[in-house]
């Protein structure tokens, strides 16, 4: 089986970097993968400290050889987060037809590589197959999930995707919201029964208040009706949300990798159960003050008021 590439994005996080970097570095396939790592530049009113941090994070990713072999690729100027992503992936899954892509605050379990090379060459040709998500959120309904399951919901904390599928990438915020806007229950499906804004993500980037990269893929999966792939348990364990990151924020949330999982096998029947689009459901409302209760409780009176 040939191997994916991974790319890793980098910044001005020397510590996550370095976490990263590890983490990746003792994967089972490591040694065998080719590791493309895109630095980003400086912005030009960057301060003294942000400067030193680049450097830092460039000299980190020079130290060692993390994977069988690796290319760095250093931007003289900053492109941001959402078209250095955009540009590296396209540049190269070009070449090699599937990708694993990464961030600098991606935390692997040592089985990662193993798990996404396999989902890659086994759902090759399932056209419907758009993504395999590394990591999963945690609700009180994810233990009665399978072990591995399709979910329409893409994560993009640690994932992978095959050219033909990247290549249908609509990079048009403006069509994505327009055509929500057309149909109320493509609205209401679009953000799990209203519990997730992803709409307004496409509004903030059409008004230029957000720059992101993230809800182009999920829209591109949403509207061919396509499927990720999803473990139960996270492969991936995310280090950055503590507002160190772009477009992260600071919080308690703990979402480590278990790292028993059953061992993927690939046997899994093509669909979105409603239990496992109310694990998403969940594990968005929890993550505020009774958020749940509140989600019930919208249910009931949906239910019983006319």
């Not at 030009?44 to 941090?53: E, P």
């Not at 492969?235 to 477009?247: F, H, P, R």
Request: hydrophobic residues 35%.
């Amino acid at each position: 089986m040939q191997l994916a590439p991974v790319v890793l994005f980098v910044y001005n996080r020397p510590w996550h970097t370095i976490e990263t970097l590890n983490a990746l570095k003792n994967n089972c396939l490591s040694n065998k993968s080719l590791l493309y790592i895109y630095c980003d530049g400086a912005k030009q009113n960057a301060n003294k400290q942000t400067l030193l941090d680049i450097k830092e994070v460039r000299a980190i990713v020079k130290r060692e050889q993390w994977c069988g072999e690796v290319v760095i690729v250093e931007r003289d100027e900053n492109w941001g987060l959402a078209q250095n992503i955009l540009d590296g992936i396209s540049n190269v899954i070009k070449n090699y037809g599937k990708i694993i892509v990464l961030e600098d605050d991606m935390v692997t379990s040592k089985n990662f590589l193993d798990y996404m090379n396999f989902s890659l060459a086994y759902y090759k040709d399932a056209k419907d197959v758009y993504h395999i998500n590394g990591h999963n959120f945690k609700s009180k309904l994810q233990y009665l999930l399978d072990d591995y399951y399709f979910s329409r919901y893409m994560n993009c904390w640690g994932w992978a995707t095959w050219k033909d599928r990247w290549e249908q990438l609509i990079t048009d915020y403006s069509f994505c919201y327009n055509k929500l806007l057309e149909n109320k229950d493509l609205m209401r499906n679009f953000n799990y029964d209203n519990s997730l804004d992803f709409h307004n993500q496409l509004l903030l980037n059409i008004n230029k208040k957000i720059n992101t990269w993230a809800i182009l893929w999920y829209s591109t999966i949403f509207f061919n009706k396509g499927y990720c792939l999803t473990s139960k348990h996270s492969y991936v364990s995310n280090i950055g949300l503590d507002g160190t990151g772009e477009n992260c924020f600071d919080t308690t949330l703990n979402d480590s990798f278990k790292k028993d999982k059953k061992k993927f096998s690939g046997k899994i029947k093509l669909e979105e159960t409603k239990l496992s689009r109310m694990h998403i459901i969940l594990s968005v409302c929890s993550r505020e003050p009774y958020g749940e209760l509140k989600f019930v409780y919208r249910k009931i009176k949906k239910y019983f008021v006319k």
